[in-house]
């Protein structure tokens, strides 16, 4: 799926090695995407001493690396990637080779398709966060399901939607449809219909981001009738396109 995944790392001038930059966002990349992480941790903290913390789509890991090092062993910290490629011991590479501590390095799931049910316990992780994955995640309402799912009662996600690009031609702009009796409705303004979702926009983007309190036996009632790879209609394309019917 990932076809724009045209390099990992490579070799300097200088011998050292180039990590591919798209992937290695810390927290300042994600500043911009899904606002300041580090103070969404801080404010979870006020009321537990320890926290685990989730990342979907942690490319190298570094926003994890930076979590672990700024707050040690109030944190624990955990990724997923899809590609096997981006694996453990990558991460450990990087970890190190950036100047972080072996006991700083986020234990990785590879092959992890967060288009299904997630393979956690319900209750296991008090942040959960996602940048610059979501357009790749095949089935959106249910991972946004199973992310309240896996929240702590306390916990809070906070997710990347990458719901609209504008540099896609005027078919594949919004990449999330919902429809009900052949009409659209908006997706942004469905999500505002639940009293545990928040919506912001991302900052010098198309999209938003989502911020997930956690709410029981919380669905959206969605069910998924579509999955278009736009990036196989045209490499300047990117991600993946879903429709869904209201249930």
């Known amino acids: 799926m990932m076809d724009k995944n045209y390099w990992i790392k490579k070799s300097g001038q200088d011998g050292n090695i180039i990590w591919r930059p798209g ?3 810390g927290l300042k990349g994600a500043m911009g995407r899904i606002g300041n992480i580090a103070r969404n941790v801080e404010e979870i903290l006020k009321n537990k001493r320890k926290i685990k ?3 979907i789509g942690a490319g190298f890991g570094r926003a994890l690396l930076e979590l672990k090092r700024k707050y040690g062993d109030k944190v624990e910290v955990f990724g997923t990637n899809y ?3 981006w694996n453990q011991k990558l991460t450990n590479e990087y ?3 950036q100047g972080f501590k072996k006991k700083d390095i986020p234990k990785i799931y590879m092959g992890f398709d ?3 049910k997630l393979s956690f316990k319900s209750s296991s992780f008090d942040f959960v966060f996602c940048q610059a994955t979501m357009q790749y995640i095949s089935d959106r309402a ?3 399901e199973e992310v309240n799912r896996i929240l702590t009662n306390h916990g809070l996600a906070v997710l990347e939607l990458q719901e609209f690009r504008d540099d896609h ?3 594949y702009k919004k990449m999330v449809e919902i429809w009900q009796d052949k009409k659209q409705i908006d997706f942004l303004r469905y999500l505002k219909k639940f009293s545990n979702l928040k919506i912001k926009k991302s900052r010098g983007r198309d999209w938003h981001y989502l911020i997930i309190k956690k709410s029981e036996g919380f669905k959206l009632n969605l069910k998924l009738k579509k999955v278009i790879n736009v990036e196989k209609i045209s490499s ?3 991600g993946i396109k879903v429709l869904y019917e209201l249930r």
């Open 23 to 25: 992937r290695s966002l």
């Open 53 to 55: 913390i989730l990342e």
């Open 83 to 85: 590609e096997k490629d």
């Open 95 to 97: 970890a190190l080779d």
């Open 114 to 116: 967060a288009g299904k």
């Open 142 to 144: 249910l991972f946004i």
């Open 169 to 171: 031609p005027k078919k």
């Open 236 to 238: 300047k394309y990117w």
